[in-house]
């Protein structure tokens, strides 16, 4: 079959999110062909290139949602009527009130920052759902008319239609308090949320032509398939191993209170419209699951689907989980402020009071500014801890507490660095799938874990689990475990099996290639052969793996395209004719 797999900010670009994942899928899924439609976020990453794309890898499109350039496109009166009742209606249903994403609710849940955790959204009234899907839909509708809605997204026209829905008897408090600076910035956030509306990527020589659409996020990434499942039928697979929900609460806590509710209440509505019209959706983890579902997705519709990760690199650690050192904890990551270093050192101070000997090895890289700068505020309290001996000028094994980057002598890969410790640690106050936990199941290590995210679903009884921001109740499990080296060595057996069994690449691949076959089983083929000498579609003689060597169908047969709810005009086309490629095609 033909998927178009539809990724933001990520494949088939070099740096990104999903990358390693999406290209394992479409390497493991070779029988199956692949367009690629990717919208990226900067022009380093457009700069940097992309990976090497295997051979069933027929197409790649890609648009940018880092700049806005000019379409040239002026709007006729007739159209920019139009537009202004459908962006008007648009807006009105952000105003709503309490909706996934409306009202006081999530407001709250935008104001909490870092220590959001779980979902706060109740689900809205179909009234409020329908009336934000016609609205975005018209807009779709409009933008393939007219051929984009750039200039008109930024146009005064969108400011005062959220100005108007704003200052509607019954809006929310915080929207009725924009002021003229925040409907700016919610007109430029919707404009690049948006942008996808304007893309030429829906015809049947596009995302017309798959048989199934795969995004592989939420959010404005999953909008190319909700449209091509508007314009041509395309069922509609949702993965999300981060809820870009959750994400956009999280990254918007800085701003102003109206801002942060009318963009909670967009993404909030836009989310419960994807979860709505997906075929299935595919969560990462129970975590990311709860959210789906108090968001307004079908829990029939939802299939958790662990990520794939390669154990082959952790295999000779794993099977000789011997350490060199069994008085040592081991902390690896990405250094940065969720991540509580603070709690982690304050209880490595108790546990050094119940065992002296006990090393504390911090393994990572800051992300970004703002790692950087915790890193140096967790060397700073270090040294304040341990005044008598981390002085920053010793050498490893020196000092009770080192800071540490995978690729030294010492540690010149991920095992070796779970190999160093007896115990891993993770002292995190925000987490989605722990991947550095399941690295170190792979490992054999027993662990030492905060209770967030997906770790107890992650986990399953292999390891020790405290609450976040208790150093005391961090320290205690950890001298447990320093402690009773035979208890390590079976919780450690136990995960590594666990491990094996659900978070390898193998699982993954297996996992999605059934979900493909469930789709299309249940959705009618969209390419349709025709029976030369009567002209009747011949049933059943398209199947799902249709994209292989030779003929599945008859001499006197011929297909046709499907290109919306009537039969498509057009020659028809000899049948297994490959499909004509576009600007872009690879």
């Given at each position: ?50 990976v090497a794309l295997p051979p069933q890898v027929s197409r790649v499109r890609t648009a940018p949602l880092w700049t806005a350039e000019d379409d040239g496109i002026v709007l006729g009166r007739r159209a920019r009527r139009r537009f202004a009742e459908h962006y008007g209606e648009l807006a009105a249903a952000l105003c709503a009130g309490a909706g996934p994403s409306g009202g006081a609710a999530i407001e709250g849940a ?393 978070f390898t690449v193998e699982q993954n691949i297996a996992a999605f290639h059934g979900i493909y076959l469930e789709i299309v089983s249940r959705h009618p083929v969209r390419r349709v052969v025709l029976d030369d000498a009567t002209g009747e579609p011949l049933p059943f003689a398209v199947p799902a793996e249709a994209h292989v060597p030779g003929r599945w169908t008859g001499p006197g047969a011929r297909v046709v395209a ?25």
């Amino acid at each position: 079959m033909r998927i178009g797999l539809l990724t933001e900010g990520g494949y088939p670009y070099v740096s990104g999110d999903a990358r390693l994942w999406c290209d394992r899928l479409v390497r493991g899924l070779d029988q199956h062909e692949f367009d690629i439609y990717a919208l990226s976020r900067s022009r380093r990453q457009e700069d940097e290139g992309w990976v090497a794309l295997p051979p069933q890898v027929s197409r790649v499109r890609t648009a940018p949602l880092w700049t806005a350039e000019d379409d040239g496109i002026v709007l006729g009166r007739r159209a920019r009527r139009r537009f202004a009742e459908h962006y008007g209606e648009l807006a009105a249903a952000l105003c709503a009130g309490a909706g996934p994403s409306g009202g006081a609710a999530i407001e709250g849940a935008s104001t909490a920052g870092s220590s959001v955790e779980g979902p706060s959204a109740e689900g809205s009234s179909a009234t409020e759902a329908d009336r934000f899907g016609s609205a975005l839909y018209g807009l779709a509708e409009l933008a393939r008319d007219e051929g984009g809605l750039g200039g008109a997204l930024r146009s005064e026209t969108a400011v005062r239609a959220l100005e108007r829905a704003c200052r509607t008897p019954g809006a929310p408090q915080a929207a009725r308090e924009a002021r003229v600076p925040d409907l700016l910035a919610v007109a430029r956030h919707l404009e690049r949320a948006l942008r996808p509306l304007s893309l030429d990527w829906y015809e049947d020589d596009g995302l017309g032509s798959v048989d199934l659409c795969h995004a592989t996020s939420g959010g404005p990434g999953a909008l190319p398939g909700l449209l091509a499942r508007h314009f041509s039928g395309a069922p509609l697979l949702v993965t999300e191993y981060g809820v870009q929900l959750r994400t956009h609460h999280l990254s918007a806590a800085e701003a102003a209170p109206s801002v942060r509710a009318l963009l909670a209440a967009f993404h909030g509505r836009l989310a419960a419209e994807i979860y709505a019209r997906a075929a299935l959706v595919t969560p990462g983890n129970a975590h990311a699951r709860r959210w789906q579902e108090r968001c307004g997705a079908d829990r029939d519709k939802i299939r958790t689907v662990y990520p794939g990760m390669d154990a082959t690199r952790f295999a000779e650690v794993g099977e000789s989980p011997e350490c060199a050192d069994p008085d040592t904890l081991a902390w690896v990551g990405r250094v940065e402020p969720t991540k509580d270093l603070i709690s982690l050192l304050h209880a490595f101070a108790e546990i050094r009071k119940e065992e002296p000997k006990t090393r504390l090895r911090i393994i990572g890289v800051p992300a970004g500014s703002e790692g950087v700068a915790y890193l140096g505020h967790c060397k700073a309290l270090a040294a304040q801890l341990f005044p008598d001996e981390a002085d920053g000028l010793h050498a490893v094994g020196d000092n009770p507490v080192s800071f540490e980057e995978i690729g030294g002598p010492d540690i010149p890969s991920p095992a070796e660095a779970y190999a160093s410790g007896a115990v891993t640690v993770l002292s995190s106050v925000v987490e989605g799938f722990p991947i550095s936990l399941v690295e170190a199941m792979f490992c054999a290590r027993a662990t030492v874990s905060t209770d967030v995210g997906a770790v107890v679903e992650v986990i399953g009884g292999t390891g020790l689990v405290v609450p976040p921001r208790n150093p005391r109740a961090l320290a205690e499990a950890c001298v447990a475990l320093l402690r009773d080296p035979e208890r390590r060595a079976r919780l450690g057996a136990a995960a590594r099996a666990r491990a094996l069994e659900l978070f390898t690449v193998e699982q993954n691949i297996a996992a999605f290639h059934g979900i493909y076959l469930e789709i299309v089983s249940r959705h009618p083929v969209r390419r349709v052969v025709l029976d030369d000498a009567t002209g009747e579609p011949l049933p059943f003689a398209v199947p799902a793996e249709a994209h292989v060597p030779g003929r599945w169908t008859g001499p006197g047969a011929r297909v046709v395209a499907r290109g919306g709810p009537g039969w498509a005009a057009g020659p028809p086309v000899r049948a297994n004719t490959p499909l004509p490629a576009t600007e872009g095609a690879r």
